[in-house]
């Protein structure tokens, strides 16, 4: 794990100091090692940096930018399966003067060019430079575990970890996208490839970036998408095959997950998908596996006691830290350093915590991201089927007339809307859902709104536009299963740009590596291959993933409730955080930032300061916002 920027300046006013001062707000991603690297054998620079977090091969044989006859690297992340890669290559005749997975990758690309990827497991953001055609390559991994931003503009391509190793390059602007901050109060996160900024873009995962240093041309090309395997024929196997199949990939995936030269930990919250991990990775092993949970002292926010009880049932060698609120309001100050572009999920809190409690014993510790996503297990996902099943029954001509009538009535007064899931979040766009036509994908991005678009129209002082995302990427994609297209949707919206910029900028905060081991790519592409009832059955979530667990861990005790990862910041900011609160939501702060509303955000304080909840969701969004605004746009 490690941190990477770089630049292609055509316009060669760029050198090795301004690379070097690329790299360096990126420290924490990789303390253990620098190194930089110029070429500017053509008409124009190119810069590499890379911080280095020393995970395989820990010797300085691992260190980068990396060559290989006309080949250089810089790489974040892990190339899980690079032994047998490697094994493979030697036969061919290759010969390795390093240890590490970055020497494979460089040979790799040598004897395969950028089909190499293909052979890959792992998680990886690199950039290679071919300086015999002059070709500049720069790839992210299929699910997007590792980041990749880049700003293309002017003669000048940048590309990093992290957004803030742009800002002290000289050609980079700060101009802010309305359009992408439209975004990110709909869902609380900007989605790819869309960023904050404008000519600045998120790498789509599965995608990468081919840089003709002779032309100037970048194009962007696809290498995978987990819809091309949903749209595949289901596979005709039986349930207990299905369950055979999915065990031994998954165990396959989190044995890859271990190689490490350094100690390895597991993130355990006590629900299913942490607790398989820490289950089939504990089978057959003498060594306790090292486990971490943070507690807190709040009744429906507290999972650290069943996760002590899973620990103990699998004789894991387990910490666990009850934390106080005043140790997660420390937190809210740094927030805007790590996630340098607005980002308003509040679970960011509680996995810097737990971060920071198992970086004290592992340098890498697995988490479980992804489970939900690939095997059904979020209640929205049941909630799209029953939503999909009752909305079609209405005939197709009476769906425009319903959604204006809805239009004129808030959502109590709709007993049917109340009923649903989320649907107090999703009843001011039914009347858009009804126009635009119900389809699964349609359903998930309403239910996922944090703020109506009606909201968006009164937010804004100035008009704005919503960008096209995944979340309509399937629309003219025929599926056979219903649930298909809500799956293949949230593993390319809310996964990749929520759960994973979550995870990786917390783990990073503390230079630790956190892994994804159920976002293997051969899992996504067996599991998106089976049919919804193997997944959701009668109601009951992740029916296949339970059938493996319940293997290792008596059903008895992982059968309860989700509750998910969280902290109640709602109550928090009423009370001891209402100065907070007040001071980034004032008046006349909104008023001369010049972007928003005033008379609109003090309706909403006033409606969440007499006690109701519905519009926090927004209100914490802002405060991020704000907070952000003033660390980085001052």
Known sequence: MCGIAGFVDFNNKSNEKTIQSMIQPIHHRGPDDTGSYLYNDFKGSIGFGHKRLSIIDI????????????YTIVFNGEMYNYKSVRSELEKEGYTFDSASDTAVI??????????????FIGMFSFAILDRKTNQLYIFRDRAGVKPLYYYHQKGHLLFASELKAFYDHPAFVKELDHDALVEYFLYGYILAPHTVFKNTYKLRPGHFLEVNLETQKVREEKYWDIVDHFKKPKLKISETEAIEETEKLLTSAFEYRMVSDVPVGIFLSGGYDSSTVAAILQKGRTEKLKTFTIGFHLDGFNEAVYAKDVANYLGTDHTELYCTEAEAEGIFPELPFYYDEPFADSSAIPTILVSRLARKKVTVALSADGGDELFGGYRKHHSVLRALSRLQRV????????????DLFPPRYIPFLNKTYRFDHFYHSVADLFKGGVYPDQILRLTSHHINRRGIDKLFKNSVKELPTNFTHTRDIEFADPLDPALAVDYKTYMVDDILVKVDRATMSVSLEGREPFLDHRIAEFVSQLPSSLKIRNGEKKYLLKQVTHKYIPKKMMDRPKMGFGI???HWFRKDLKDTLLFYLDDEKIRKQGLFDVGYLQQVKKRYFSGINEDFEFIWAMIVFQMWFDRWMK
């Open 106 to 119: 460089l040979r790799a690309f040598h004897k395969w060019g950028v089909q190499a990827v293909h052979k």
């Open 568 to 570: 109640p910041v709602e």
């Open 395 to 406: 005939p197709s001509f009476m769906r425009k007339p319903i959604g204006s009538v809805v």
């Open 59 to 70: 010797s300085s044989g691992g260190h980068q930018p990396m060559h290989y006859e006309q």
